[in-house]
């Protein structure tokens, strides 16, 4: 059994999973500018204990009403007083929502902003951004938009060109303007510890080069969609089944990536670690 067919006979219970994950957000919305800005939230706030940030981002879009999109537009953003997340001060937030409002008046959306200034992968969209629109709020934003480098993979924007961009149970697929084959997979620590126990990646700690690493590993289950198996290794194997990135014993024992890749290797390599410990 390949991973594709692994994924395939998990497929229909990963729905299931999305009450676990920022991404249901997306599903209250059917106009592609609300979709944008709940998914741009959604994984920009998608940090912390889940049940935390989804009571966090619950009380936003409640403040913002029906339509995310026309809330900035407005631009009554008093109406955040008192709101804030863990490290994310209130005014901090106020800022960021000044951000999407100079891109609302700037460029007509989110999307239309990622389409203009898109060139293969992310990085040139968070340099045009930041060049072009932070000003004098630049410090104060730079967690919602880092600076590319080699050392970080930037899991909360290429978590939002997922969901944009592919469609299927989980991801939304609004966007239709960046190919599903130039994602880069978004490394969250269960990405980074699975792609580390298979030697998908070398990299010693979570980076742009590890996240394309895995990325490329993936491409070659599925060269048009290798992301289509994220939410699949981070729900069902990284956190539903607790993977830790080691090949100990109870590892080898119960998960289900060794079983149906390595098969009988994985049975063997198993005994022979019960029998030297």
């Known amino acids: 059994m390949n991973l594709d067919d692994l994924y395939n006979r998990e497929k229909a219970s990963l729905r299931d999973l999305t009450r676990n994950d920022p991404v249901e957000f997306l599903y209250r919305y059917v106009r592609t500018e609300d979709a944008e800005v709940a998914g741009f939230l959604g994984s920009q706030f998608a940090y912390g204990r889940i049940e935390v940030f989804k009571r966090f981002l619950a009380r936003l879009f409640e403040i913002m009403g029906p339509s995310p999109s026309e809330f900035i537009v407005q631009g ?23 951000v999407l409002k100079r891109i609302v008046d700037r460029y007509g959306g989110i999307g239309p902003m990622v389409q203009r200034f898109y060139q293969g992968d992310v990085r040139a969209v968070l340099w045009r951004v930041r060049r072009e ?24 924007w290429n978590l939002y060109l997922r969901w944009m961009v592919r469609k299927d149970e989980i991801d939304a697929g609004f966007w239709d303007f960046v190919p599903r084959d130039r994602l880069i997979i978004p490394l969250d620590t269960h990405i980074f510890k699975i792609g580390r126990c298979f030697g998908w990646t070398k990299q010693g700690s979570p ?42 014993p109870e590892c080898i024992r119960n998960c289900m990536l060794l079983m149906d890749l390595e098969g009988e290797e994985k049975a063997n390599a198993g005994q022979r670690m019960e029998n030297v410990s």
């Open 76 to 98: 009554d953003f008093a109406a955040f007083e008192g709101l804030y997340y863990r490290f994310q001060k209130n005014e901090y937030i106020v800022d960021l929502f000044g």
């Open 207 to 248: 980076s742009w080069k590890a996240a394309c690493d895995i990325t490329e590993v993936l491409r070659g289950f599925s060269p048009e969609d290798p992301l289509k198996y994220d939410f699949f290794l981070c729900h069902k194997v990284g956190i539903g089944a607790g993977c830790r990135g080691a090949r100990t």
């Open 133 to 156: 629109l932070l000003g004098e709020d630049g410090k104060r934003l730079t967690f919602f938009f880092p600076k590319p480098s080699r050392a970080n993979p930037l899991k909360r």
